[in-house]
């Protein structure tokens, strides 16, 4: 499996965390995979064999090639139907709002194609990523796009940005009411916001974010016990953190240690 990373355009870097490609042959994405939340909305193009997403028992849909997948509050199922050729752009968790006109509410948990956000400029973005010769040609051709679309006077966006990067710097411990107060509304109107700009609630931004941390630790290999893990990613006891985990991956920490998750975690990083 071949993951890499992009790096923006820096007038986008406020709005837009990374871009990635994934290419691996069939073998290699034999068996589905979980994705985790991460607070992110994904702009996505399958220019390789598109993936199957599964929405119930024995239920599936099939990818578009080109489209936005919304906030997503627990895990998802995917499968390839072949050979992966994917290129995303992960936006900041109110970053989508910068380049379009709807709430990221109407896009949570959807996979709604390029055309149905931006039209025919859509349309013509999905033809010219799907046909690039590679990775640094996508890079090139979204930061075109995305700088062309960039909206002026958003000082909504900008509320939002501040609010997001405190639930960051604080691993998720920050309060809502700490944040209405910071930025000096009230907390039903912060909610409001942050449902309309990042299609999550604070309190479960700041949960998903919390988990992630946490992901991040595992990862490095540092903690070795769930009691320790717990406290160090941010949570007040070790059945607050099970709870946690087991909503946005399905399984338990322990049953996460030792599965092959190569795709989640290289999308989580």
Known sequence: MNYRVYTPHALLLPYVKCYWSLEADSRAMATAERIFPDGCVELLFHYGDR???????????????????????SYIEL?????????????????????????????????????????KAGDELSDRMLNASCGT????????????????????IHMLSWCVQQIQHSAGS????????????????????????VGLSPKILSRIIRFQNVLQLI???????????AY?????????????????TGMSPRTYFSADLELARSLSS
């Open 137 to 156: 040609e996508r890079a090139q051709i979204v930061d075109a796009f995305l700088l062309r679309n960039l909206r002026g006077n958003m000082h909504s």
């Open 174 to 197: 920050i309060t809502v009411d700490t944040l209405a107060r910071e930025v000096n509304v009230g907390r039903r109107q912060l909610e409001r916001r942050f449902m309309a700009g």
């Open 51 to 73: 993936f199957r997403k599964y929405t119930g028992p024995q239920q599936s849909i099939l990818q578009p090639r080109s489209f936005i997948h919304g906030q997503i509050r």
């Open 219 to 229: 990862g490095q290999n540092r903690i070795n016990s769930l009691t320790a893990l």
């Open 79 to 119: 499968e390839a139907t072949g050979a992966a050729g994917m290129f995303g752009v992960r936006f900041q968790p109110m970053g989508l709002q910068a380049f379009v006109l709807m709430d990221a509410l109407e896009l949570s948990g959807l996979n709604v194609e390029t055309e149905q956000v931006w039209g």
């Open 232 to 248: 160090e990613g941010g949570y007040y006891d070790q059945p607050h953190f099970i709870r946690d985990f087991r909503e946005f």
